[in-house]
């Protein structure tokens, strides 16, 4: 009785759902309990459900055209309503995919699948907007860029992209939200080693910042004029500002420079008076002070000093 009961329960019961739907009904793992429907138009199927947890609630369904699937729906978390699609194209090959993340029945994340079923984007929308404010970008199945949208103003005004390894090779930052690219930080091995800025958007870089291994500032380079030549120089030890040099006359050449004590304050400042690439005046300052307690002067040209004026209490 035993087995004839399991056989008759084993066949699929064809039943009409409609005047022109037939539905199967199966158990497909025996348990007594059926767990998939498969439903058919003139014997062609069109759609299926199926308890894949077999906890008696469907939580996967597939909707067919002329006998292919075209779209299926999966609930993943067990709520009973789907949060995760998929969409076919003719051939059956994947090229969309859908996700609801936290369950409100919004679905804030597309996927997209090129021919060789390799993920291709990736579009995101992080505030629940119903737009998209995160875009990335894969290449052989690796993010290869992506793009934020952090102030969800409806475009972008940052770009990370990556390198083979899956580290970050360069970012790219719209601070004005001009649209236009005004910093570019770029990286070696994960870590930044160089950092270009655009100050007044004008398309040209004005500022460079290099970086150590470490990651702290190593050199500045600033005020850079239409054939990119610096026209303020900043040397760093280990982060700390070192030394300065500055053409302020704007030929081409450093006449001023500044050198720092361990604290940052000014030690020492170095003048090129007569424009001839060499100091030839110095001026000294105590730690903490900003105002010189010694000035030094050549005053005849031949680089050594003749002229001294030094504050009393020394």
């Known amino acids: 009785m035993r087995v004839v009961l399991a056989m008759l329960w084993l066949i699929a019961l064809c039943l009409p759902a409609s005047a022109a739907e037939v539905v199967q009904r199966f158990d497909t793992n025996g348990d007594g309990q059926i767990d998939q429907w498969e439903y058919y138009e003139a014997d062609v199927l069109t759609r299926l459900e199926k308890d894949r ?36 194209d003719a051939d059956g090959a994947l090229q969309r995919v859908t996700n609801d993340e936290d369950g409100d029945g919004t679905f804030e994340q597309q996927l997209f699948y090129g021919a060789d079923k390799q993920l291709e984007r990736l579009e995101k929308d992080t505030n629940g907007d119903g737009n998209p404010d995160q875009w990335q970008t894969f290449e052989q199945g690796k993010v290869a860029r992506i793009a934020l949208d952090q102030d969800f103003s409806g475009k972008p005004e940052q770009w990370q992209s990556f390198d083979p390894s899956g580290a970050t090779s360069l970012i790219e930052i719209d601070s ?46 600033q005020n850079l004029d239409a054939d990119g030549k610096p026209h303020a120089w900043m040397e760093y030890k280990e982060g700390v500002l070192a030394s300065s040099a500055f053409d302020t006359s704007n030929n081409g050449q450093a006449d001023q420079w500044h050198h720092y004590h361990a604290d940052g304050h000014v030690a020492r400042i170095e003048y090129d008076q007569n424009g001839d690439g060499r100091p030839d005046q110095w001026e000294h300052f105590k730690p903490g002070s900003d105002e010189p307690h010694k000035v030094e002067s050549d005053t005849t040209g031949d680089g050594k000093v003749d002229t001294v004026w030094e504050t009393s209490g020394r």
């Open 53 to 88: 947890d077999y906890d008696a609630r469907v939580d996967h369904w597939v909707t067919y055209r002329d006998g292919k699937a075209v779209q299926a729906e999966f609930d993943t978390n067990g709520s009973g309503k789907a949060d995760q699609r998929e969409f076919y």
């Open 176 to 221: 004005t939200g001009n649209g236009k690219v005004d910093q570019w930080h770029r990286y070696t091995n994960g870590k930044v080693g160089q950092v270009d800025i655009d100050e007044d958007a004008d398309g040209k870089i004005d500022q460079i910042i290099h970086y150590d291994g470490e990651g702290r500032i190593a050199r500045v380079l």
